[in-house]
């Protein structure tokens, strides 16, 4: 790709019409780290980040003024966010790192362009494009990312890197899946290390679950959990994970058909190998509530389901068994082939089925208050769904004897 190809490819990016002149007058700066990854891939570019040499958070202020945008400062770190319109956009003050200890957050201080390429992850996402004035386009590539983008290669810039921070090795698992890419044979073999010795111990949950859903989200996820077995980073996650990617491949693929979120079915189908010992370490990852829920009863339900789950079970059998489960557990049990019939049916016709009688209908024909009253329900549901009851008028009667059955 020429110069003039990367110049037209920075000008064609969303906003670019609006930001160039604005940043005239401004101290230097470059489109950095995965934009610029994408784009001499010609993939589509989703986040603008832009490195200052100055004060980035000075030039977010002007930038947002001029753009008639918002700002949001972050003091720790020297950047901003700038919101104007459909333009969005990260800037940084181009800095160096240094980590105090393993899998610490690092402590930054101003630094050129050239120390802040080199602090970044992989020499793919170490290359910078010039948005100021004559070097518009301009691509400083000080580590060779473009020939490892060539040649499809993961690198890391330095052998701490994994140590510095244990998040990078999910994030080279994501990056070989996305692209089809492989890390070269120093880097994996510091990967190895890496997960032999501290693993992730060195970094909070929050950071793991982060690159972790990140994965997840990935069209290859099944293929960089492949890669998690082959490293052993899946007991450096865990002791007792044993990533499977054909069943995390199944119950992401059965997300589509039970309505479940894949990127947390997928996280299930991990969990399963163990749920009772990996509960806690779901718990550290601090999901949300909700979704801590339904990873765990899908971890531990789904595998359940796949061996009592049969094609002789009647509809009320079925809707017992499935009613109260996240969609996440019907996926697991899909992708521990249980069979297909019963869990589409659930869907499809039993799912929704409800009583056109309740508790107050009862109560109003005479009968009291009692756990009779709930029992009454639930056996004329069960007959609904078995097709020997339908209609209100059906419903109230056999309700109501079954009710006044009990209080006899």
Same mark, same amino acid.
């Given at each position: ?8 490819r920075?000008r064609?990016?969303r ?20 934009a610029v ?6 993939? =589509? ?7 200052i %040499? ?7 202020? &002007?930038l947002?003024e001029?753009?008639?945008g =918002?700002?949001?400062?972050h ?7 700038v919101q104007?319109?459909?333009?969005a956009?990260?800037?940084?003050t181009?800095?160096r790192? $240094? ?9 930054v %201080?101003?630094?050129g362009l ?5 602090? #970044?992850?992989?020499t793919?996402?170490a ?8 070097s518009?386009?301009?691509? %400083?590539?000080p $580590?060779g990312g473009?020939?490892?983008l060539?040649d ?6 330095h052998g701490r ?9 999910l ?29 992730f111990?060195?970094v909070?949950?929050?950071r793991?679950r982060?690159?972790?859903?990140d994965?997840?989200?990935e069209p ?7 890669r998690?077995?082959?490293l052993?980073?899946?007991?450096a996650?865990h002791?007792?994970?044993h990533?499977d990617?054909?069943l995390?491949?199944?119950?992401q ?10 990127v ?6 991990l969990?399963?190998?163990?749920p009772?010992a990996l ?6 990852l601090?999901?949300?509530? #909700? ?6 009863? @899908?971890?531990?339900?789904g595998p ?5 789950l049969? =094609? ?5 059998a079925?809707? @017992?068994l499935?009613?109260c ?8 049990? !899909?992708?521990n082939r249980a069979?297909?019939?019963?869990v589409?049916?659930y869907?499809?016709d039993?799912?929704d089925?409800r009583? %056109?009688?309740?508790?107050?209908d009862?109560i109003?024909?005479?009968v009291p208050e009692?756990?009779? !009253? ?11 769904l ?5 209609g209100?008028?059906? &419903? ?8 006044r059955a009990?209080?006899?």
């Open positions: 790709m020429s110069a003039t190809d990367l110049v037209e920075v064609a990016l906003g670019m019409n609006r930001l160039l002149p604005a940043l005239d007058g401004l101290p230097p700066a470059f489109l950095v780290g995965g990854r994408d784009l001499l891939l010609a993939s =589509e570019t989703v986040d603008l980040d832009v490195a %040499e100055g004060d980035a958070r000075a030039a977010a202020r &002007e947002a001029r753009l008639d =918002e700002v949001v400062e003091e720790r770190f020297g950047t901003a966010t104007a319109g459909d333009l956009l990260d800037l940084a181009t800095r790192e $240094h980590y105090v200890e393993p899998g610490a957050l690092p402590e %201080e101003p630094a050239s120390e802040d390429l080199g602090r #970044r992850d992989f793919i996402n290359m910078a494009l010039g948005l100021s004035g004559e518009l386009g301009t691509l %400083e590539d $580590h473009r020939e490892d060539a499809g290669v993961i690198r890391v810039l890197s994994f140590v510095d921070d244990p998040t990078r090795l994030r080279a698992l994501r990056y070989e899946a996305r692209f089809d890419f492989h890390m070269d044979e120093q880097t994996e073999r510091l990967a190895r290390e890496a997960a032999a010795g501290a693993g111990s060195t909070s949950g929050p793991v982060d690159e972790l859903l994965l997840m989200r290859g996820a099944p293929a960089a959990v492949g998690m077995r082959e052993s980073l899946d007991r996650l002791e007792e994970l990533a990617p054909e995390v491949a199944g119950a693929l059965a997300s589509a058909e039970t309505g479940a979120d894949p947390l079915a997928g996280l299930a189908a969990v399963s190998s163990n009772r509960g806690e370490w779901l718990e550290d601090h999901l949300g509530r #909700r979704e801590t829920d339904a990873v765990a009863r @899908a971890a531990v339900k359940q389901l796949a061996s009592t049969s =094609e002789e079970l009647n509809p009320s079925i809707h @017992a499935l009613s489960e996240p969609s996440e557990a019907l996926a697991v049990a !899909l992708a069979p297909a019939d019963p589409l049916r869907l499809a039993l799912r089925i009583l %056109e009688i309740t508790g107050d009862l109003q024909a005479g009692s756990p009779a !009253l709930g029992r009454a329900l639930s056996e004329t549901l069960r007959r609904k078995d097709g020997e009851v339908s209100r008028d059906e &419903e109230l009667r056999l309700a109501l004897s079954i009710a009990e209080d006899a």
